[in-house]
């Protein structure tokens, strides 16, 4: 397959992630997206769902697994920008990139399981936050 026609691909790919994104009421950082990420593939989408941020690393493959270092280079850039990590791929995921992904609080997700694994984080994130919150009020 030439690099061009790849491209097309993982940017059709890409696409579709952030059209089920948006359709499911997650905002989509435009500005990051075409400011600060232009030509670099390990940071596709900086999303939001009710103050929740995700940095999101769409990985067209036609067959080979993603492998830890990929999860290495979404973590690092998620730390940096102060939000979770989340890798979205046509294929699956090494052992070791599993393991890796554990270890780093990486979500791994297909684009059948991308939704309901970041709304579960929303929602666990939320919980965690008014808990945080009800615990500083009453003991103040």
Partial sequence: MTSSIYAD??????????????????????????????????KDLIVDKHNVYF????????????????????????????????IVTTTGYSKNSITTAQELEVILADSKSLIDKLNKFVDDELARKFNETLYKALHT
Wanted: net charge negative; hydrophobic share 45%.
């Fill in 9 to 42: 691909l993982y940017m059709q790919f890409r696409d579709q992630v952030a059209i089920l994104l948006t359709a499911n009421s997650f905002n989509i950082d435009e500005n990051f997206v075409s400011d600060w990420i232009h030509s670099d593939w390990d």
């Fill in 55 to 86: 940095t999101i690393n769409c990985k067209f493959k036609q067959k080979a697994k993603i492998g830890f270092n990929d999860i290495e280079l979404i973590s690092s850039a998620a730390t940096l920008l102060d939000s979770c990590s989340v």
